[in-house]
């Protein structure tokens, strides 16, 4: 993870004379660092087992890429909400693109038989270690849609239930923010 953000502000770094420049509207150089900056950043994002720490480094991630685009200092010590209302945002969208990528891989690998829905499925034999248990990516999907792995189990093998779930859980984690 750190890996590829520091591979998406390399990216933008080098790319920082078109993406700051003021004479470019905003949406532009937004879709610009989406379409070179993020897509390098959430390469292979489907597979991230998701925790707290993550998450923040995943807002400041974007936050950073904002604030530069917008040329805001750090010394003016903007709030992030000042920064995106600023900016004509509502939110940030970064860790809402990575959570519906997950469930769309999640919905993909259940409706097929394949050796990924064969390793999620199964079980390790031996004793646990010690300590707290560690999330898994199993348990980032129950919390994005906010239901039991058996149930989104279920409802993944419908395609078309398993996108209105995966609209559904996004837009109501949208409203909450």
Known sequence: MKRRIG???????????????H?????????????????????????????ASLERNIEALEMWLYRRMARISWKEKKKNKEVLEEIGLKHTELLKTIKTRQ???????????????????????????????????????????????????EVALNREEWRRTIASNLWQETVQR
């Open 103 to 153: 469930l769309a891989y999640y919905g993909h690998i259940r409706s097929h038989q394949s050796l990924q829905k064969s390793i999620m499925e199964g079980k390790i034999n031996g004793k646990r270690q010690r300590g707290r248990k560690r999330k898994s990516w199993l348990s980032n999907i129950e919390e994005t849609t906010t239901r039991r792995i058996n149930e989104c189990c």
């Open 7 to 21: 591979m998406a502000k390399n990216t933008f770094s080098r790319m920082s004379k078109l993406l700051t420049n």
């Open 23 to 51: 004479r470019i509207s905003f949406a532009t150089r937004s879709r610009l660092t989406k379409c070179y900056v993020w897509s390098i950043f959430l390469y292979a994002c489907e597979t991230w087992t998701l925790n």
